[in-house]
């Protein structure tokens, strides 16, 4: 059962523009999301969370959208840079609960051409 | 780098052997997280210990299963190996308490199993 939900396996975007990612989740008792970029062959490296009283969370070019009605996140990356291509997974835990483990989503492949 | 140690960075072996992976947290870091990635799927939580004692568990297998040594570093068992046990296996680490609830990722151990 995935709880986390990456629906767009892939995604390319000309550079300077915004690139767009999308998540959803289905357990309510998500409070706190995270993004991970991946490069090939490097672990997951964190890049912005943000905690369910918010629902806008900014560094730099990077700003994540929480819409807990919805159940959905989105991150928005402006402008979109070539090394930003790599593999965006986006992650939830329940931390109300004492839990740090994240549930992850499947990822979305940026491509983002020169 | 994240500062936690995953070795070995790729593993060959064949159906029906035993193996382990071994991972160093960072300095300081009191929990540890496994987890697996297969062919394009997402990161699936395995198991998470902190400071020497299970945590939290997910879909791990009865054939895994991990331990923290007083060092804090922790090995992950896989036994009777097959096929569909080739992954990459991710570590992570983290500072338990109030903070950013980010997770610190090793490199991986890619695992094929022939």
Redesign the interface.
């Known amino acids: 059962d995935?709880q986390?939900k990456?629906n767009s396996?892939s995604l390319s975007v000309q550079e300077g523009r915004i690139s767009i990612l999308n998540c959803d989740y289905t357990n309510s008792m998500f409070d706190?999301f995270?993004w991970?970029k991946k490069y090939p062959?490097?672990?997951?490296?964190?890049l912005i969370?943000i905690s369910s009283i918010k629902d806008k969370n900014e560094d730099g070019r990077f700003t994540v959208f929480l819409n807990k009605s919805a159940k959905h996140l989105s991150l928005h990356i402006v402008p979109s840079q070539p090394g930003d291509s790599a593999v965006y997974?986006c992650?939830a835990?329940a931390?109300r609960t004492g839990?740090?483990?994240?549930?992850?989503?499947?990822?979305t492949r940026l491509t983002v051409i020169p | 780098d994240s500062g936690v140690t995953q070795t070995p960075k790729h593993l060959i072996t064949a159906t029906g052997q035993r193996v382990t992976l071994r991972c160093s947290p960072r300095s300081g870091d009191l929990s540890v997280y496994w987890y697996q990635q297969s062919l394009d799927q997402g990161l699936q939580f395995l198991i998470q210990y902190y400071n020497g004692e299970e945590r939290a568990k997910g879909n791990i297998l009865e054939r895994f299963s991990a331990q923290q040594f007083p060092d804090l570093h922790s090995e992950l068992n896989l036994s009777s190996l097959e096929l569909g046990d080739s992954a990459l296996y991710f570590c992570a680490s983290s500072v338990e308490g109030p903070g950013t609830g980010e997770l610190f990722f090793g490199e991986g151990s890619r695992l094929t199993v022939l």
């Open positions: 995935q986390v990456q396996p706190y995270l991970y062959a490097e672990g997951p490296t964190f969370s997974f992650a835990s931390r839990a740090n483990n994240l549930f992850f989503g499947t990822g």
